[in-house]
């Protein structure tokens, strides 16, 4: 059978997450469990990465987000009140209807309890809401955020990170008044777009899709799907939902509406992001290649504020203790210090090593040689160019930081 050039573009970053540490195969060595991924070092980094870059600019940034990390296993009465238990299906490949959510007992012997792996984040904020008022007394519009994991026993899981049985969720409800939906329902798809751009997308395969009525949700007045042109197909990559009152009205909470003098159950705008695919397709959109020196190489062009390193520091040769111990005490000390994402490495030669940071995504590669020793300059290599430049060991702090600005 032939493979497309799709297919190998996904064979291509598969192979290199798992040789370069970034998502390992889960339960590998006793023949994996599908469905499910590990994380490797530099996965770990790009995940906390782009975590903190949605948490900085959709909480810390703003005064009218509220954190919160709820457990994972709730009250079965949740799971019945939001109409998961009933209504959470998916069809079987014979045609029978599934409930995707895993069960769990909580308790012992005749006192267990069947509960649920949450199947979303939502529900978790939603059940939080009176206690969010409660310690908070914020006033119309304000939402609750929330980054967690969430569990579905996917029938068919397939095309990677795309559809997994364990993946992580980065949602906000954003509480309104029923009249201001349609204005905060334009305003969050822009907040969405221009964190897509923020985290180094590739706009160009994102498109937007109205979701028909006969499709949507059942909670849902109106939901838009930010769809991706990933190699296997244009497929959902991010939900943005107007659940009207359905969540508050079904748990049968109010909130006091000072501004109107009464109570109502606030509307509810849903911006709904998932971390596992916000990666894929970010590793689709950097995946290059070009060619240097008559040999193909592949890099990836992290933003350096996503990259899971941001610069690495190797003395040109590791068996000259004087490159060394300058390199380590002058460079490499300090950076790690400053910046933490900043990683050594004196394995091979120095083309090899460029490689093996080009196929990490690190930007900036820097290089101490015998030059450094007598005018306390070294080599800075670019990582999407390979040009070169010498700079002052003084200046490469400030030369850093304002590239990950």
């Not at 994996?32 to 490797?40: I, P, R």
């Amino acid at each position: 059978m032939k493979t497309n050039g799709n297919d190998k573009l996904m064979e291509k970053i598969v192979s290199l997450c798992k040789r370069r540490g970034f998502v390992f195969p889960g339960s590998e060595i006793y023949g994996g469990l599908a469905g499910t991924y590990d994380w490797g070092h530099f996965g770990v980094a790009l995940k906390n990465n782009l975590k903190q870059s949605w948490w900085k600019k959709f909480v810390d940034a703003r005064q009218d987000i509220y954190g919160i990390d709820a457990a994972i296993i709730m009250n079965p009465k949740v799971w019945e009140a939001s109409g998961h238990v009933a209504g959470f299906l998916d069809p079987t490949p014979d045609g029978k209807q599934f409930n995707v959510m895993f069960k769990t007992q909580v308790g012992a012997g005749e006192e267990a309890v069947v509960s649920y792996l949450r199947p979303e984040t939502a529900q978790g904020m939603f059940v939080n809401f009176k206690n969010t008022v409660d310690a908070f007394h914020p006033k119309l519009p304000f939402g609750m955020a929330q980054i967690g994991k969430a569990f579905r026993n996917e029938i068919a899981p397939r095309d990677f990170l795309f559809r997994q049985r364990e993946f992580e969720q980065m949602e906000i409800e954003y509480f309104i008044r029923s009249e201001d939906w349609e204005k905060y329902f334009e305003y969050w798809k822009g907040e969405m777009l221009s964190w897509m751009e923020d985290i180094g997308l590739d706009m160009g395969k994102v498109h937007e899709l109205e979701v028909p009525d006969a499709e949507r949700a059942h909670y849902s007045k109106r939901t838009i799907d930010f769809e991706f042109d990933f190699p296997f197909g244009r497929k959902e990559l991010f939900g943005l939902a107007y659940r009207t009152d359905f969540d508050l009205n079904t748990h049968k909470l109010e909130y006091i509406d000072e501004e109107k003098g009464e109570k109502i159950a606030p509307h509810v705008i849903e911006p709904s992001m998932g971390v596992d695919r916000a990666i894929l397709s970010l590793l689709i959109s950097v995946y290059a290649e070009d060619e240097k020196s008559g040999e193909v190489r592949s890099y990836l062009k992290f933003k350096p504020n996503i990259a899971p390193v941001i610069a690495c520091v190797s003395p040109l040769l590791k068996n000259k203790p004087e490159l060394v111990e300058y390199a380590n005490t002058k460079i490499f000390a300090p950076l790690k210090s400053e910046f933490g994402r900043v990683m050594w490495d004196d394995n091979g030669n120095i083309g090899k090593r460029y490689r093996r940071q080009d196929e990490i995504g690190t930007p900036f590669c820097i290089v101490i040689d015998f030059d450094t020793l007598s005018d306390d300059t070294v080599t800075v290599r670019d990582r999407d160019t390979a040009d070169q430049e010498r700079i002052k060991v003084a200046d490469i702090k400030k030369y850093i930081s304002g590239k990950i600005q």
